[in-house]
């Protein structure tokens, strides 16, 4: 089998380490990582826990295939109940620490109660034991990665920890590994830094062995990863312009958010596009991406390198920012740009390094400073609050407020907080662009409809990952389907949150989605894993872990009132593109999803639903 | 008739050199021009022809050789991509 069927539980208020089974039970019906996880949370906690308490607790967790030879088999999640929204939070990334952690021989790592002082965990094989970290706390994620293999003399240690915005409270602070990856949204972060808990630091050499079937696994891998060569998408597209080549697709077909979504265009978008990545900067004749990189064992390698010019006034005077690092992703390229009007490439990149060294969820942060911005406009915040001057387009007031930010300085603390409690008590709370308090990312529901309705019921809050219907809307993968229609939403919504969550819960990248589908993932896992998984299996998988998420928040307290979008969405038309005139049905395709989830006109899974599921 | 032509990632080398730094150029054609006739006189490999807007709308592959372009339009293409 896959999994190492080991859980490490780690209890921070005693500081003991101790190894479990893994619940073998579960495995087969939630599969790994965020399913099974997110069992083990709901089983173990209260959802109306406070999620900054000792109470709640925050899982590191694998999937069967990481650490193994599937593409892309280098995932892990942190899932966690989230500050940011009061609902399940379950952040996946990718990088080298998953495999790292899977390779030492555990399947996840359980946090409970609060260390008395800052510490971090030090893992090495099943030798596993808490070490202090009052030096290291007050430092940057970049920072404690130098230092911890200094420390223990050994730069094949892989490192997840917390900035400073962990630290000082940033209820979208993310946890960072291997300095550029990030289990980004949702605040797990700041749940980790709530436990004074700085940095897990693992050196795996057991590597993963159990494998059912060892030769129909090199057979699936193999077949599997000659899908993705083959597809134009993850051969070609995403290895070459990674994710920011969509910056001028969405542009162009009016759903890009634009100053806080007051516009669905952005006249400068072109500039901080992949095209405008590859080309020769007139400064310094250098462009600002400098090559590709990928994930562990992963064959697509969508990852950004970046390098901005060191005579940037934004980095004159900094050289810690001159050297190369993770590049603009489309996601991050968008909330810190368009979403505030700002259109300078390398100030961009910097914002985004910002993010990296300090540990913040760029999507929040950018949507937020969008809001700050639209107040300063109208006249309700002004300079003397804010610290700085903060029109819109001001790449200057960006990345002092990113610092501001990060290091719980002045109005910085508000902005920590996120945009729905920052325009609430400024009293214009319909300018926070949130579904369940989480800003939503860079995909305007007005102009793809789809994603307006995979934003409102979302998880874990806004977000685009939960069920990416811009593939199909926009992209035409695996077909195309009319992204200004409500026609159909619900069924393609459901259909993308089920196969997602299995992805999810299986250590592969929900990138490979472009070119596979679940029977791509099926016979991998199936050869891996005992229990006989199908294509049809996945998907019952998916739709349980969907289910059970949502009786998580239910009983947290959200009610189907919380599945909406903000007011502006729905009676605010886009001003421009193919959308103008329209703007989101939700409240149409609302109840034809809850129909098709097997839910209560409140959105509740009905009890015939649950049974089916095994809930 | 004056048509905006936008032609992104791997298909940015059919543009001109020119037009190249804004992916972009303003083509003067007849009356009656269809997509796919501008398309054809690119040269562009038919595999790399897959996002096909005319002013932000898909064009479906099988309306390309009988859809005309009217003064003003722009017909912005991409080869397969996705992002996240």
Known sequence: MAWAKKILRVNLTKGTCASEPLNMEWAQQYLGQRGLATKYLVAETDPKVDPLSPENKLIMTTGPLTGTMASTGGRYSVVTKGPLTGAIACSNSGGYFGAELKMAGWDMIIFEGKSPKPVYLWLENDKAELRDATHLWGKTTWDVEEEIKKAH????????????????????????????????RSGVGAVMGSKNLKAVAVRGTVGVSGIKDFKAFLKATTAAKKVLADNAVTGQGLPKFGTQVLMNVINEVGALPTRNAQDVQFEGARNISAEA???????DGKANLITNAACFGCTIACGRVSQVDKNHWSVVNSPKYWGATGGLEYENAWSLGAANGVDDLDALTVANMICNED???????????GAVMEMYQMGVLKKEQIGVEAPFGSAQALLELAHMTAEGRGFGKEIGLGSKR???????PELSMTVKGQEFPAYDPRGIQGMGLTYATSNRGACHLRSYTVASEILGVPVKTDPLVTDGKADLVKAFQDATAAFDSSGTCIFTTFAWTLADLAPQLDAACEGGWTLERLAEVGERIWNMERQYNLAAGLTAKDDDLPKRLKTEPAKSGPAK???????????????????????????????RLGL | MRVTFKLYAMLSDYLPDEARKTNSLTLDVPPGRTVGQVIDGFNLPPKLVHLVLVNGNYIQPAERAGRALAEGDVLAIWPPIAGG
């Open chain 1, 359 to 369: 540990g913040m969820d760029p999507i929040t942060f950018g949507a937020t400073i």
């Open chain 1, 277 to 283: 990545m590859h080309e020769k900067r007139p400064t």
């Open chain 1, 422 to 428: 920052l325009c609430e008590k400024y009293g214009k």
């Open chain 1, 581 to 611: 005139g329209l703007v989101s049905g939700i409240d149409k395709m609302i109840p034809e999803y809850y129909k098709v989830r097997g839910w209560s006109t409140d959105g509740v899974p009905t009890k015939e639903t649950a049974k």
């Open chain 1, 153 to 184: 003399q050994d730069p094949q240690i892989r490192i997840a920890s917390i900035g400073r915005a962990g630290e000082n409270g940033v209820l979208y602070a993310c946890v960072v590994n291997d300095l550029h990856r990030a289990a980004g």
